[in-house]
């Protein structure tokens, strides 16, 4: 990591296949007991299928170098989940060390659905249903938390969910590895899939919280019933040992338009602690989480493909997709932006895809990529020959 604070003149390809190996270095890979076998081999087929978006075998299968996929996978599945989240966490707060100062900063919360066709690996709990997509509704998920910063958006924090826990089970622990953060967390962004009294509540307890509200019930109803924006007061579960009251921003816009609608819109949210700003103001500060969606978009494009049932080798593939987006980031803003004032300056041409081909190309060499392959030695039949002759 000594290249990302004093780096070279020039940086290449090899460069960055070094750093990624380093992090991929880090996560514990035990292995099959009594198998001989080269880690470094492992992580540099599991790095090559996540810049390549490929599965292990389509690795294994176009390189010299590598283990067969059978053998590679058994090896992953090795890896223990609850040391694969805690390490790699800690690896999350590394990385926000190298470029975030010690100013507060802004989190964003969401979740992230991958799309799963087949059935449980051993519970029924390891699988989540969320929208139809590709035939399916089941996923696997994970709660990620995300840095607002616009130069340097980080991801900060992972943490797979279930489908057998209260969501808010899932916000306690990535909330824990949010803890650990060198910086003081100035305010938390959810959107309405956070919307529950416990998982409210625990936000609240580290942060202001801006989260918009669930339209449902009488009582919501009649505080939408508003041409005006205001604050108000919300009770949810009146009358119930649940029972928690939060401060309610109502806002009100005009859609001028806006995919062809008009007139007044309303909308409505949890906004703990923060009665210094106005409703609009809240609303603003929520809108600015949209950029956590990017994020998701362009760790989509490192992570490995997979049919496999094991909850936990996915859960790498995530991670470690999450890992080499924010190394693209680390490397991005550190190593080539240009220092001016106001800011460094982005160089634009470095996009993420750029950074996994430079990787993609650093491996082919070092796994020794197969550039030939056995021809059917029969060719193209005569007979096709005189019809094209015709």
């Not at 292995?31 to 492992?42: L, N, R």
């Not at 507060?104 to 059935?119: A, E, K, N, Q, T």
């Not at 340097?152 to 209260?166: C, G, N, Q, Y």
């Amino acid at each position: 990591m000594k290249f990302l604070y004093h780096p070279d003149t020039v940086l290449t390809a090899s460069d960055l296949e070094t750093l990624a190996e380093g992090l991929l270095a880090e996560i514990p890979i035990p292995g099959v007991e009594g198998c001989g076998f080269d880690s470094g081999m492992i992580r540099q087929t599991l790095l090559q299928a996540a810049v390549d978006q490929k599965s292990i075998k389509a690795v294994t299968d176009t390189t010299r170098g590598t283990y067969s996929d059978d053998y590679t996978l058994t090896q992953l599945h090795t890896v223990p989940p609850d040391e694969l989240e805690v390490i790699v966490n800690q690896l999350f707060v590394q990385q926000a060390a190298m470029i975030l100062g010690p100013s507060p900063r802004i989190i964003c919360l969401d979740f992230v659905d991958i799309h799963y066709h087949g059935c449980p690996h051993a519970e029924a709990g390891e699988l989540c249903h969320t929208k139809p997509r590709d035939g399916t509704s089941q996923c696997h998920r994970y709660l990620a938390g995300f840095v607002l910063c616009r130069a340097k958006p980080l991801v900060i924090a992972v943490t797979p969910a279930r489908s057998d826990e209260p969501k808010s089970d899932a916000v306690e622990r990535l909330l824990d590895h949010v803890a650990a953060l060198p910086f003081e967390i100035a305010g938390l962004l959810a959107d309405r899939g956070f919307y529950d009294g416990s998982s409210i509540e625990r936000l609240d307890a580290v942060s202001p919280v801006a989260l918009p509200v669930v339209r449902r019930g009488k009582q919501m109803a009649e505080k939408l019933d508003t041409t005006v924006s205001y604050w108000s007061e919300y009770v949810m579960y009146e009358g119930s040992e649940r029972e928690l009251r939060f401060p309610l921003a109502v806002c009100v816009s005009y859609q001028q338009g806006n995919r062809g609608k008009h007139g007044l819109l309303v909308r409505a949210y949890v906004a703990c602690d923060l009665a210094d700003r106005t409703p609009k103001e809240v609303e603003a500060l929520y809108q600015k989480r949209s950029a956590i969606e990017t994020a998701f978009r362009t760790m989509r494009q490192a992570r490995a493909r997979t049919s496999t049932t094991d909850p936990v080798v996915r859960l790498l593939f995530v991670l470690v997709s999450f890992l080499l987006r924010n190394l693209w980031v680390i490397v991005r803003w550190g190593v080539l932006a240009t220092p001016r004032r106001g800011g460094r300056a982005l160089p634009a041409w470095f996009r993420f895809e750029v950074f996994r081909e430079w990787i993609d190309r650093a491996l082919d060499d070092t796994l020794g990529r197969k550039w030939e392959a056995p021809t059917n030695r029969t060719g193209i039949p005569p007979t096709y020959s005189k019809l094209d002759a015709g």
